[in-house]
Nanobody
Framework: VELVESGGGLVQPGGSLRLSCAASGFDFSRFAMQWYRQAPGKERQLVASITPYGLVTYLRESVKGRFTASRDNAQNTVFLQLNNLKSEDTAVYYC?????????WGEGTQVTVSS
């Protein structure tokens, strides 16, 4: 199983980013996916969860109306669209799969929101 995140970067407050997570090594279309984030000195937080069919079943309260998750099962990729970014969104963002063989995390992609 391999999960590779991309799309992070430095953005000004109010800006947008689109994170991608390319998955391989398992039947991606059968499993829900999650996005987590971890800011320096803080615990990891669940940001979003998306079903195999693309239904977003969880979105963290603090990002509602700004972030959205989606997926492309044909491309084995899950996305996190980040809009109207705030400084408190600065963190490393991870995608996670929880499949019968275990829970798998990518290496993460850094999102820094700063003027």
């Amino acid at each position: 199983v391999e999960l590779v995140e991309s799309g992070g970067g430095l953005v000004q407050p109010g800006g947008s980013l689109r994170l991608s997570c390319a998955a391989s090594g398992f039947d991606f279309s059968r499993f829900a996916m999650q996005w987590y984030r971890q800011a320096p000195g803080k615990e990891r937080q669940l940001v979003a969860s998306i079903t195999p069919y693309g239904l977003v079943t969880y979105l963290r309260e603090s990002v509602k109306g700004r972030f959205t998750a989606s997926r492309d099962n044909a491309q084995n990729t899950v996305f996190l669209q980040l809009n109207n970014l705030k400084s408190e969104d600065t963190a490393v963002y991870y995608c996670v799969s929880n499949i019968p063989s275990g829970e798998y995390w990518g290496e993460g992609t850094q999102v820094t929101v700063s003027s």
